[in-house]
Nanobody, 127 residues
Framework: QVQLVESGGGLVQAGDSLRLACVAS????????MGWFRQAPGKEREFVAGIRWSGRSLYYRDSVKGRFTISRDNAKNTVYLQMNSLKPEDTAVYYCAAKRQSGVAFGAWSKNIMDAWGQGTLVTVSS
């Protein structure tokens, strides 16, 4: 099972950009589908973006489409989340998560089916 460590969070102003990174341990990273989730204070953890092991299939929740980009570099065991045009409502703890290849459609992804989690990185967007 992979172990995940996120980085890149911080305090920014509305309209700014941030890039989150998640580095995975182990040799099997390329066999995992990866996702970014976020959890705002008092809210449920929600699925933000996903990428298949091959990098060929992507998913974004509607509220981040056109602003966020997920990518991965299997040679570096790393998945990224480029976040542009940040809004105050993007403020949350962002978590990287891994899912062994299962063919589960992105639309069915939730926090309950993931196989491994990072510790989270806080993103705060001020207005």
């Amino acid at each position: 099972q992979v172990q995940l460590v996120e980085s890149g969070g911080g305090l920014v102003q509305a309209g700014d950009s941030l890039r989150l990174a998640c580095v995975a341990s182990g040799r099997t990273f390329s066999t995992y589908d990866m996702g970014w989730f976020r959890q705002a204070p008092g809210k449920e953890r929600e699925f933000v973006a996903g990428i298949r092991w091959s990098g060929r299939s992507l998913y974004y929740r509607d509220s981040v489409k056109g602003r966020f980009t997920i990518s991965r570099d299997n040679a570096k065991n790393t998945v990224y989340l480029q976040m542009n045009s940040l809004k105050p409502e993007d403020t949350a703890v962002y978590y990287c998560a891994a899912k062994r290849q299962s063919g589960v459609a992105f639309g069915a992804w939730s926090k309950n089916i993931m196989d491994a989690w990072g510790q989270g990185t806080l993103v705060t967007v001020s207005s």
